[in-house]
C-alpha cells in the first residue's frame, strides 16, 4: 500500500488528504442537518474549529500519555508533529473544546453534540482509509485470504500478511454514522443520538482493539483504548438512561448558564 504520491517536487500524503475529506466532511454534513434542525450554523461552525483545536490537543496529550516511557527516553517526541495521534484523545479534546465553545455562546451542548457526533463517526471513517494507507493501526498477522501486505509502510511491518483493522474500522464507523442520522431522523430525546454513538462507538472499538497488533499503551490485560472504552461504554448507557427519565429538565445544567 502507498500512501505518498509524489508529482515532481510536491509529495502528496494520502493519509493526510483523507483526513481533511473527513473534516470537511463532517462539517458538510453537519451544516445540511443543522438547517433542517433549525439549529445556528455560526454556533456549529465555532464548535467545529474549537474541536478541530481541541481535537489536536486531546489526541497529542493521550499519545503523550502512552509514550511517557518513550519520549523519557527520547525527548523530540513531543515535537514529532508528523505521527503520534490517538483518536479517543481527538473525541474527548474536541467534545471538551466543544462544550467550553457552548458554555461561552450560551448555546445548548447537546443539541449540538447530537448534531455533530453522526458526522464525526463518517469523519473516522475517511480518517481509518487514511490510516489503511499510511500503514498505522495495523492488526495482527494471519493466514486468511481476506488480509493486507504492506511494502513500503514505515508503521506496518512489510511483507507480512495482516488483519485489515483499519478497513473494519472504516466501515464500522461509516454503518454508525448513517444508523445515527437515521435514528436521529425519529427524533428521540436529547442526548439520546450521542448516547448511542458513546455505546456503539465503544463497542466497537474493544473489539477490533483485540485485532490490531500496533502499539497504544496498556493497562493490564487492557489496552489503553480499551480501557477508555470501558468508561466510554458505561457513560453512554447512563447517558441513555438519564436522558429518558430527565427529558423535560432545563438545559442549563448542560450549557453551564
Not at 53 to 80: C, E, H, M, R
Not at 154 to 173: R, W
Request: aromatic share 16%; glycine share 12%; with cysteine.
Amino acid at each position: 500500500m502507498i500512501n505518498d504520491i509524489h508529482i515532481g517536487p510536491l509529495t502528496i500524503h494520502l493519509y493526510g488528504v483523507m483526513v481533511a475529506i473527513g473534516y470537511m466532511s463532517a462539517l458538510l454534513i453537519s451544516e445540511r442537518r443543522a438547517k433542517k434542525q433549525g439549529l445556528n450554523p455560526d454556533i456549529l461552525f465555532g464548535i467545529f474549529w474549537c474541536a478541530v483545536l481541541g481535537g489536536a490537543a486531546g489526541s497529542k496529550l493521550l499519545y503523550y500519555t502512552v509514550s511517557f516511557q518513550d519520549i523519557l527516553k527520547d525527548p523530540s517526541i513531543l515535537w514529532n508533529f508528523q505521527n503520534g495521534w490517538v483518536v479517543y484523545g481527538g473525541i474527548i479534546g474536541g467534545v471538551a473544546a466543544g462544550w467550553g465553545y457552548c458554555r461561552y455562546k450560551k448555546a445548548d451542548f447537546l443539541s449540538y453534540l447530537d448534531l455533530v457526533l453522526p458526522a464525526v463517526a463518517f469523519a473516522q471513517g475517511c480518517g481509518r482509509i487514511g490510516c489503511f494507507f499510511a500503514g498505522c493501526c495495523y492488526g495482527r498477522e494471519t493466514d486468511s485470504a481476506f488480509s493486507i501486505q504492506y511494502w513500503q509502510s514505515d508503521y506496518a511491518p512489510n511483507g507480512v500478511k495482516l488483519i485489515p483493522t483499519q478497513i473494519y474500522s472504516s466501515i464500522g464507523d461509516f454503518a454508525m454514522a448513517f444508523l445515527l442520522m437515521a435514528y436521529a431522523k425519529r427524533n428521540p430525546q436529547k442526548g439520546k443520538v450521542s448516547a448511542v454513538y458513546c455505546i456503539l462507538y465503544s463497542i466497537g472499538r474493544f473489539i477490533i482493539e483485540m485485532l490490531r497488533n500496533d502499539y497504544r499503551g496498556t493497562f493490564g490485560f487492557l489496552s489503553t483504548s480499551q480501557l477508555i472504552s470501558v468508561f466510554i461504554l458505561i457513560l453512554g448507557i447512563g447517558m441513555f438512561l438519564w436522558t429518558g427519565k430527565h427529558s423535560g429538565k432545563d438545559e442549563e445544567e448542560w450549557t453551564g448558564i
